[in-house]
């Protein structure tokens, strides 16, 4: 089973925490930008409402990392927000360093639905806004590669 795991706190406390991981694991040191933000209501420990859906990002190889988190947290972010159905929580997040052997991601994209019927419905039921946001995307990402994945979250504190 695979995991995707937010860490915070300092860089010793999460190296340790990646040295105990029962699993091989990627690792990455981010800086998170969050467009979307919504208050967390429930009790830390139980499955967040809604959905995320998690994807891998790649930079274009013209593009150096600063133009490509400059495009992605402005130009794109707006069009991301643009969308008749609106994503409840959003991040960004930009590799600042792989903190174990990973493929070379540049950043992953963090979108949470309050339900799985609104991740569908995004692109489904609007597909001119789901083909505007491709294109955007084919412009700084190298959309050939990387992987998304739906998952639930869960936040524990330590």
Request: charged content about 30%.
């Amino acid at each position: 089973m695979a995991a995707f795991v937010e860490l915070w706190g300092s860089r010793e406390a999460i190296d340790a925490a990646i040295e105990a991981w029962p699993a091989p694991a990627a690792a990455w040191l981010v800086d998170e930008f969050r467009p979307a933000d919504a208050p967390r209501s429930w009790p830390r420990g139980e499955v967040s409402p809604g959905v995320r859906l998690v994807s891998s990002v790649y930079r274009k190889r013209e593009l150096d990392r600063t133009a490509f988190a400059r495009y992605w947290r402005t130009v794109h972010a707006e069009i991301a927000m643009s969308y008749t159905i609106p994503v409840w929580r959003y991040s960004q997040n930009i590799v600042v360093e792989a903190l174990a052997p990973d493929d070379g991601e540049d950043g992953f994209a963090v979108l949470h639905f309050r339900s799985r019927e609104d991740l569908a419905a995004r692109w489904l039921q609007y597909p001119k806004e789901a083909q505007r946001g491709a294109q955007d995307a084919a412009r700084f990402m190298d959309t050939a590669r990387g992987w998304s994945v739906e998952m639930t979250e869960r936040l524990w504190e330590a």
